[in-house]
């Protein structure tokens, strides 16, 4: 099983390096603040969608807001041509977030 899978197959659970070089879990409660916070960024920056991308080199995700100008299909193309990080997730900044984050994996294009 390669990371990403490992990502979405636990839970949304990410590993990312401390200052220590050792690896911190970010558990499913902390994703869900942390997509929470990049949620209302993205709402604050009158963006469409958030894509939740995945860095392997670094282990951890990552917020890319999309604003209503841009093709969200284009830009997550953009991120799976690229063989270090993967749009991992979707979420509709005009849909309810709480309902998103209960889904395995949301995908809402």
Known sequence: M??????L?????AMRKNN?????ELTPHAY???VTEWFRTGKKRAASYLIVAF????????PVYVGRDTDVQQK???????????????YDINK???TQLTQARTWNV
């Open 32 to 34: 869900s603040e942390k």
């Open 76 to 90: 997550i193309k953009s991120f799976n041509d690229n063989e270090y990080v993967q749009a991992v997730e979707v």
């Open 96 to 98: 309810d977030l709480q």
């Open 20 to 24: 220590n070089g050792r690896r911190n």
């Open 9 to 13: 197959k636990n839970g949304n659970i």
């Open 55 to 62: 860095d392997f080199k670094k282990s951890s995700p990552f």
């Open 2 to 7: 390669n990371m990403i899978e490992s990502f």
